[in-house]
């Protein structure tokens, strides 16, 4: 899996910098946490206001019955702080990349040209790439500890498969290649600051 590579690469690149005290920060995204999605960041100090932040999430886990909700994720992005690196207001540019397989539960909206009402009685299992600008702030809890809340905007490629059923494997639609402009980014992560 690319995870075997990403992951030394990131430590690798730490040690480069030379990372000390007030360079370096790791986080959890609490949204994401509330949907089971495993989650992690990393984020390298480089310049006095620039940093640069790498996060990823995972959720492999089956739902029971037909129902999927699968996916992962990288987001690095690299941030601008208009006051001190890790707090106050910062603005920033991402890029996302990953893939999913979703089915099984509908919902009245359409999302990644996935219209969710859909879902309820077929599966959607593609990838995506985008880009995208955010706005965030950070405050300050104690000594190593900040709150961040971070939302973007940008846009998505996606090209993905339709099939039949949640749980059956029979394509209905193959390579649909949708586009999509709103939201790439949302969260209110819990950071720790060396």
């Known amino acids: 899996m690319k995870l075997k590579f990403y992951i030394p690469l990131l ?8 990372v000390k005290g007030q360079d370096l920060a790791v986080k959890t995204n609490l949204l994401y946490d509330l949907t089971a999605t495993v ?17 990823g999430n995972l959720n492999a886990w089956n739902m029971g019955g037909d129902k999927k909700w ?10 601008y702080w208009f006051c001190d690196r890790f707090a106050g207001h910062f603005v920033a540019a991402h890029f996302l990349g990953g893939q999913y397989n979703v089915g099984g539960f509908g919902g009245d909206f359409e999302l990644f040209g996935i219209d969710f009402e859909d879902l309820k009685t077929h599966r959607y299992q593609g990838w995506y790439g985008g880009i995208g600008i955010a706005y965030g702030y950070a405050w300050i809890l104690g000594k190593h500890w900040n709150l961040e809340a971070e939302i973007g905007v940008g846009y998505v490629n996606t090209k ?3 099939y039949e059923c949640a749980g059956c494997g029979k394509k209905v639609k193959e390579d649909r290649k949708e586009h999509y402009v709103g939201p790439t980014k949302a969260a209110l992560s819990l950071v720790y600051v060396f």
């Open 11 to 18: 430590i690798s690149i730490m040690f480069a910098l030379n």
């Open 70 to 79: 699968k996916h992962w994720m990288v987001q690095p992005e690299v941030r």
């Open 39 to 55: 989650n992690a960041g990393v984020e390298v100090g480089v310049a006095p206001k620039w940093s640069l932040d790498l996060s």
């Open 160 to 162: 993905n498969d339709k």
